[in-house]
């Protein structure tokens, strides 16, 4: 696009965050630590990047009252049981030893801040909690599953299943996560507001192990591998995460239209792609 411009810097750095936000109608704010394994791994950066970086575009963006998108994280429901997560619901963390939590409890903090801003400043700002959201170009650097299962695909290598792979995911597209937050940013009636988006198909990560062997063909094991291995000892997943999107349907009308299939398949493109440049 014509008027597309990319700065690459931190939000941590203010000046350049500020001439970024005085030149902007509406911020989509999405920087931030993200995947469990850096998380496990850095939880300083994680906590430091989110809390303190959430707070300076809040503050920048309170000064000039620039529209504001807030994104959040399905991770802020924790360990609660109840099914499907609505917006409403209780917040269940786990214990401040369980280094995962960090992440959940330093988007619900930013979550906290974005909708005291619009109480008291009247910042006119709405906070998104996606669901696990994958497609090309996603790193499989953070652990995520989606691209990680297909690169040991293409390479004939063991698909790496965590836990037993009973635990469930929804996995959208991101184009339909592009579209969903185009349109919210659009919509006084979602200020002040929290939103989840994602999808309700649910599928565990062992069938979608299987999934990822059967689309591509490939002659891939899998293999099972306990938490304490994958992460750190003590580690506690998430066993289901399924959204309620009856609040983002009333909004804009919301119907993801890319199913799973169509989302490994994109991932298997760009994934091949790659590998023959
Ligand atoms: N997972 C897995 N193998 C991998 C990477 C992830 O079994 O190589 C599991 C992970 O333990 C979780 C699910 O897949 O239960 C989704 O992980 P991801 O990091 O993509 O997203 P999360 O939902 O945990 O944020």
Redesign the pocket.
Known sequence: HPGFEYTIDSILNTPVTAELVDRSDCIFHLAAAV???LIVESPVQTIETNIKGTENILDLAGKKRKKTIIFS???VYGKSSKIPFSEEDDLVMGSTTRGRWSYACSKAIDEFLALAYWKEKKLPTTVIRLF?TVGPRQTGR?????P??VR?ALEGKP?????D?N?T?CFCHVRDVIQAVYQVSGEDKALGQVYNIGTDEEIS?LD??RRVISITGSSSQIEI?P?SE??EEGFE??LK?RPDLSKIKKLIGYEPQCDLDRIIRDVVGYEKDQRDR
């Open positions: 995947g469990v394994k994280t399905s991770e696990n953070y652990g995520m599953v989606i990680t299962f040991q698909l790496t299943v965590y836990g792979g635990q995911r990560i979608l192990a591998i938490y994958a992460y997943d998430m995460r």
